[in-house]
Nanobody
Framework: QVQLVESGGGLVQPGGSLRLSCTVS????????LGWYRQAPGKQRDFIAQ???????RYANSVKGRFTMSRDNQKGTVYLQMNSLKPEDTAIYYC??????????WGQGTQVTVSS
């Protein structure tokens, strides 16, 4: 059974930084694309970033230049380094793994709140 566990969320002031982690178990995560979405209250879940098995990354325009995604295949973990955080970055952040063209598994989410 594939499980994804996110951590690292919290409350941070505008301009601050956080690093989210997502640890995958039950599958060799190094073989799969992984990524992050976020969902703010009352809004749809939006794509944030993804990383391929070879380490290529893609980002949403709203976070490009501020967020960096990386992976440690030995640990089965991906990271999302978030810098220059803004109040509009407040959301629940979800990690996903793309197991096939039609199947993705998700973590339970971690809350990020950017507020003074």
């Amino acid at each position: 059974q594939v499980q994804l566990v996110e951590s690292g969320g919290g409350l941070v002031q505008p301009g601050g930084s956080l690093r989210l982690s997502c640890t995958v178990s039950g599958v060799a995560s190094s073989m799969y694309l992984l990524g992050w979405y976020r969902q703010a209250p009352g809004k749809q879940r939006d794509f944030i970033a993804q990383i391929t098995p070879t380490g290529s990354t893609r980002y949403a325009n709203s976070v490009k230049g501020r967020f960096t995604m990386s992976r440690d295949n030995q640990k089965g973990t991906v990271y999302l380094q978030m810098n220059s955080l803004k109040p509009e970055d407040t959301a629940i952040y979800y990690c996903f793994i793309q197991l096939s063209a039609l199947q993705a598994d998700w973590g339970q989410g971690t809350q990020v709140t950017v507020s003074s």
